[in-house]
């Protein structure tokens, strides 16, 4: 960072620079002598500053290079998305189900209702424990 000051080093890429600004809690654009105001843009916006960091990271890079990368990010980004949403969609499948199933106990007569609401709860904790030691 001296070396910067003193202007002994020159040519310091966005990368640098982002990383400097993260350091130091201010904009790129405040370091380059572009705004007055220190205060991060990027975190104004919403975007986590590691995540700004990386866009101007990738800007550095070949043309060529930045595309592939982030076909390959939003490739990745894509398989996450959908496996939240099976998962989302399997828990609401999963809730209907349970829903289901409190309407028919409750429809039961009392005896035969906790029997079976008993019954139940050792199964669910015997399909927890084999879900938890499958991993």
Known sequence: MSMIEAGIRDNISSAVIA????????????LLGLVDDPQPRASGRGIPPDVYELAL???DLAEEDRRSLLEG??????????????REAEDA?????????VELLDQLP???????RNYLAQLLAEQWEEERKAG
């Open 93 to 101: 499948e999963q809730q209907a189900r349970e829903d289901e199933l």
């Open 73 to 86: 990010f939003t490739g990745i980004l894509d398989a996450v998305e959908a496996l939240h949403a099976g």
């Open 19 to 30: 990383k400097i600004a993260v350091a130091l809690d201010t904009s790129t654009d405040y």
């Open 57 to 59: 990271r990738l800007s």
């Open 110 to 116: 009392e005896p035969l209702r906790v029997q079976a």
